[in-house]
Every structure is written in structure tokens, then in C-alpha cells.
């Protein structure tokens, strides 16, 4: 049985600090990774993909990719209010058009 | 460009009745999946359509649920008869191709009584 895990959280930090999610998979094979938010009552929308090993920066967005450990990560810099949410990872499963995700990570940020 | 858009957001309806959820993909995607979201179970893939054909509806609870792709552009997901534990959010997502991110739609909440 292929698995996502995810603290679930609630993670809180202070506004401005920097808030780091993480993510690890069980599969070896997998290939793609993504990182989906979700606010309450929302639908999950996309904040950042990433496929080779290394970082993947996106404004205050990184995504950390270690295959070898088998985990990625999320680091949102300068963390905001408006960042409070919770945040999926999600991993290909057998074919590339199937996802097995994580339950979540809830990220409160203080003001 | 719109984005994946589903009807109705909301449903209520009694045990027993008949419910049917409507997808619009965006366009030129070719790869549409049905999601069921719950707190217990979190997100749980359905099934999913290539080109209007079904690949894997191994999520598919059970015999009360299927789906419907009739053209590129909509698809639906009936549940009859409808029972409380399908309460939950049904999400619609579509993808231009393989391992490409999903785009999701803004979900309908199904309340069976």
C-alpha cells in the first residue's frame, strides 16, 4: 500500500517567521510531487510542483526534494496571516495520472 | 479562463433519493477525476476519464455510484439511491496530461438526511 504521510498538525508559527512542511512517501518510483493548499470550505489549489531533487523556489515558496530519504518539503518564507491553512502533499501512485495524498498539515500563523 | 467549474455547490437531500453532480473541465484538458473529500478518509480518488473514457473507477464505493462522460466538456456522478454516509465534498479536477497538476473545481457539498 502505497503512502503520503503528513503531521497533521496544527503547526503554528509567528507572522514572519518561516514555516516548514513536511512530507514523506513511501514509493520509490514516484516521480512527481506537489504541493496543494486548501483553505476551510475551499478547494485545494496549487502551490508549487516539483520533479528533480534539490529546491524549487517561488516568491516566498520553496520546495524541497530529497529521493533518497524519501521526503519533500514546503518552506514559506516571511509567513502570513492569510498563509493559515491546510496544506496537502500529494505524490503519483502506480500510473502518472493517479495521486495518493496526504491527509494534511494545518498551518495556523500568529499575528 | 475558466477554471473547472461544478453544479450545484450545494445539495440536500433526503436517503434514498437519486443525486446527480455536474463537471465542466477546462478546456482542452484531457484527464478528468472525481474526488470525495471527508474529515475521516480525507481526499479519495473515484475515478478517472482519459479522452471521455473511464481508466479506473476501482474508488467507486459501491454499485449506488457511477459516472458519465459523454463528451470532452461534461461529465456527471450519480448516486442512487443516496445514503448519509455519502455526505461529503465531491471535488472535480482535470488535467491537460500525465503528471501534470490537477485543477480543481470548487467542489459540491452533498448532505443526505
Known amino acids: 500500500q502505497k503512502e503520503v504521510e503528513q503531521n497533521s498538525g496544527p503547526l503554528s508559527v509567528p507572522e514572519g517567521a518561516i514555516a516548514s512542511l513536511n512530507c514523506t512517501y513511501s514509493d520509490r518510483g514516484s516521480q512527481s510531487f506537489f504541493w496543494y493548499r486548501q483553505y476551510s470550505g475551499k478547494s485545494p489549489e496549487l502551490i508549487m510542483f516539483i520533479y528533480s531533487n534539490g529546491d524549487k523556489e517561488d516568491g516566498r515558496f520553496t520546495a524541497q526534494l530529497n529521493k533518497a530519504s524519501q521526503y519533500v518539503s514546503l518552506l514559506i518564507r516571511d509567513s502570513q496571516p492569510s498563509d493559515s491553512a491546510t496544506y496537502l502533499c500529494?505524490?503519483?501512485?502506480?500510473?502518472?495520472?493517479?495521486?495518493?495524498w496526504g491527509a494534511g498539515t494545518k498551518l495556523i500563523i500568529k499575528p | 479562463d475558466a477554471g473547472v467549474i461544478q453544479s450545484p455547490r450545494h445539495e440536500v437531500t433526503e436517503m434514498g433519493q437519486e443525486v446527480t453532480l455536474r463537471c465542466k473541465p477546462i478546456s482542452g484538458h484531457d484527464y478528468l477525476f472525481w474526488y470525495r473529500q471527508t474529515m475521516m478518509r480525507g481526499l479519495e480518488l473515484l475515478i478517472y476519464?482519459?479522452?471521455?473514457?473511464?481508466?479506473?473507477d476501482s474508488g467507486m464505493p459501491e454499485d449506488r455510484f457511477s459516472a458519465k462522460m459523454p463528451n470532452a466538456s461534461f461529465s456527471t456522478l450519480k448516486i442512487q439511491p443516496s445514503e448519509p454516509r455519502d455526505s461529503a465534498v465531491y471535488f472535480c479536477?482535470?488535467?491537460?496530461?500525465?503528471?501534470?497538476?490537477?485543477?480543481f473545481g470548487n467542489g459540491t457539498r452533498l448532505t443526505v438526511t
Open positions: 476519464f482519459n479522452n471521455n473514457v473511464p481508466i479506473d
Open positions: 500529494a505524490v503519483n501512485g502506480d500510473s502518472n495520472y493517479q495521486l495518493i
Open positions: 479536477a482535470s488535467s491537460s496530461r500525465p503528471n501534470s497538476p490537477l485543477h
